[in-house]
Each structure stands twice: as structure tokens, then as C-alpha cells.
């Protein structure tokens, strides 16, 4: 499945894609990256585990969005959501995210979920805006099993 907004085209992402994601998720301010999770090898394990449902929108040859998802055979989950700045608000987040969730729809996947930091106030908003519940009755914990991977935030 390909869906084509304006000049961009929403597509099914693969490693071949790894290097222009990555360049991506350096341009946004406040985006964090971890050393391990997010290298070549790490993102290569997640699309291996999860080989239809991470999603890409590409201009010309330039990668413009990316969201990395997978699920658990319970609940799907988003990961690094982005869209670059000179391409929001041209509905290319909510593209990705539609074509995303039928992905995991195929995999009968019924729910799905994402983080979102406090701070993020265009994506808090973007999420919103679309239709997604903001959770109140609920405690997000987490436990860092391998403390060599950091996350770096861009300035």
C-alpha cells in the first residue's frame, strides 16, 4: 500500500531507508536518540521483529516523516513520530499514522499507543487534534535494563 499527498508518498519503511530516517530525526529540536535502540543495528532488529508496520513519507528521494511501530501480538506502539518542519500541516503526520494503524489492523492489532514527552507541545497538540486519548487513569513506569544506551537530545 502507497498513498501519495501532494508530491509526498507514504510507504512501508525499510533499512534501505535507515540513513535518511536518521538524518531526520537530527533535524528536530528536542528529539532523543538512543545509542543502541536507534543505531543501524538496533532499528534492523525492530524491522525485522516488526516488517510492515514502521512507515515512511518521502519526497523526490528525501525522507520527510518517519514513525517506527510495532506491536507486541497485543498492542501496537509508536515510536519516534516525526514529521519534518517545512512539511506539518499538510496532514503527511496523520497519513503516516492512518497507514500505520491499518498495518497493525492486518496484524489484528486493535489497540494502539505512544508516548508523548510533556514539553512536546506541537505533538501533544498534533495527537489531540486527530482523535487520540489523552490517558489520565494511568501511571507510565519504565526500567532501564542496560544503562549503555543513552538518549541524546538534539538542541
Not at 497507514?99 to 499507543?113: C, G, R, Y
Not at 487534534?129 to 538542541?155: A, H, K, P, Q
Amino acid at each position: 500500500m502507497v498513498q501519495e499527498i501532494q508530491q509526498v508518498t507514504v510507504r512501508e519503511m525499510n533499512m534501505d531507508d535507515y540513513d535518511k530516517v536518521r538524518a531526520l530525526w537530527m533535524t528536530i529540536r528536542g528529539f532523543g536518540i538512543r545509542s543502541i535502540d536507534d543505531s543501524r543495528e538496533g532499528v534492523c532488529r525492530f524491522l525485522k521483529r516488526n516488517p510492515s508496520t514502521s512507515v515512511v513519507a518521502v519526497d523526490g528521494g528525501r525522507v520527510v516523516g518517519a514513525i517506527l511501530c510495532g506491536h507486541d501480538g497485543r498492542r501496537g506502539c509508536f515510536y519516534h513520530v516525526c514529521v519534518h518542519e517545512d512539511y506539518r500541516k499538510k496532514g503527511i503526520g496523520k497519513a503516516m499514522a492512518v497507514f500505520a494503524m491499518k498495518a497493525l489492523q492486518k496484524e489484528e492489532i486493535n489497540k494502539v499507543s505512544l508516548i508523548a514527552f510533556k514539553q512536546n507541545e506541537v505533538g501533544n497538540c498534533f495527537w489531540k487534534s486527530v482523535g487520540w486519548t489523552f490517558r489520565e487513569d494511568l501511571n507510565y513506569y519504565d526500567f532501564t535494563l542496560n544503562n549503555t544506551n543513552i538518549t541524546r537530545f538534539n538542541e
